[in-house]
């Protein structure tokens, strides 16, 4: 089984400040990299998703890949307190591409 | 905004008993999933299920494991002889094309086995 590693945390940062979630991938046929929120007790929700190299931009939050250093990044930008949850990082794999491996998560806290 | 629905939130069941978890997908999405999460640890995938067959399946979904799309709408996850292992939160989700689709999670049943 690949593996997909991020830092448990717990990450705090002060309200309004830059978040920095990191993720590396041990599958070099990944193709599809996400990023869910999830909250305690709660199913994961989808904040962004990136398939090529570089950034890309939604609202505060910007997802970067680098394809050959394995590896993908979460920023989150003005941090406000409800951004406070576990960050989970997702990869395809499998022989279809259709099989997907959850990082263990970061767990992120603003502080007001 | 269409939902994934999983019933029951909660399942309460005897050590060695059969389980039967529901989903109901978004109505257009043709690819269906589902994961595992015990508590405190990572969510893990069992399996994908496309055009009524089993599109991948992780170690974990051994011979216990059985999906079926009965009817056109459900998607349900069955266990054949649940073990105490097999405590965790269980969640369905869908996409409406392959691996470069974001997927959409039910709310999840909490799994107790006793």
């Known amino acids: 089984q690949k593996e997909v590693e991020q830092n448990s945390g717990p990450l705090s940062v002060p309200e309004g400040a830059i978040a920095s979630l990191n993720c590396t991938y041990s599958?070099?046929?990944?193709?599809?990299f996400f990023w869910y929120r999830q909250y305690s007790g709660k199913s994961p929700e989808l904040i962004m998703f990136i398939y090529s190299n570089g950034d890309k931009e939604d609202g505060r939050f910007t997802a970067q890949l680098n394809k050959a250093s394995q590896y993908v990044s979460l920023l989150i930008r003005d941090s406000q307190p409800s951004d406070s949850a576990t960050y989970l990082c997702?990869?395809?794999?499998?022989?279809?591409?259709?099989?997907?491996?959850f990082g263990t998560g970061t767990s992120l806290t603003v502080i007001p | 905004e269409p939902e994934v629905t999983q019933t029951p939130s909660h399942q309460v069941t005897q050590m060695g008993q059969e389980v039967i978890l529901r989903c109901v997908p978004i109505s257009n999405h043709l690819y269906f999933y589902w994961y595992r999460q015990i508590l405190g640890q990572k969510v893990e995938f069992l399996v994908s299920?496309?055009?009524?067959?089993?599109?991948?399946k992780s170690e974990i979904f051994d011979d216990q494991f059985s999906v079926e799309r009965p009817d056109g709408s459900n998607f349900t996850l069955k266990i054949r002889s649940t073990k105490l292992e097999d405590s965790a939160m269980y969640f369905c989700?869908?996409?409406?094309?392959?691996?470069?689709?974001?997927?959409?999670f039910g709310d999840g049943t909490r799994l107790s086995i006793l």
């Open positions: 299920f496309y055009n009524n067959e089993i599109s991948e």
């Open positions: 989700a869908s996409t409406l094309g392959t691996h470069n689709q974001p997927q959409h």
């Open positions: 599958d070099r046929g990944s193709q599809s």
């Open positions: 997702a990869v395809n794999e499998g022989r279809t591409g259709n099989q997907f491996y």
